[in-house]
């Protein structure tokens, strides 16, 4: 490995505010008497894909800190005006069986 060059790390532990408060058995550390429920550890998967599972164990831990943290990460990329999708019309389409009718809606994009 060259000088200065990066080494990631094999794992990260969960940027969950409250991973550490589950109570799972996986969770569990330590000998009788000192025993405590901690942060799981997550195996940092290398991938060119962004993906928050490499920082959070689990949907939960990623709602709690997103919860959390809200202001500061929105802050990092603040939507000041909406986006907009072109479409070219909104079909209603009857559907029909020995049971019941329905309608569908739907949005037929535009083409290119
Ligand atoms: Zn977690």
Redesign the pocket.
Known sequence: MMNGEKIMSEYVW?H?PN?HT?HTVDRVRGSKGAKVLR??KIKFYESRYNNFYNY???NG?YNDFAHQYAEQIVAIAPRREPLETPIDRVEKIKHENEYHSWTETRIIPREV
């Open positions: 969960c969950g991973c589950n942060t799981r959070f164990c689990s831990c």
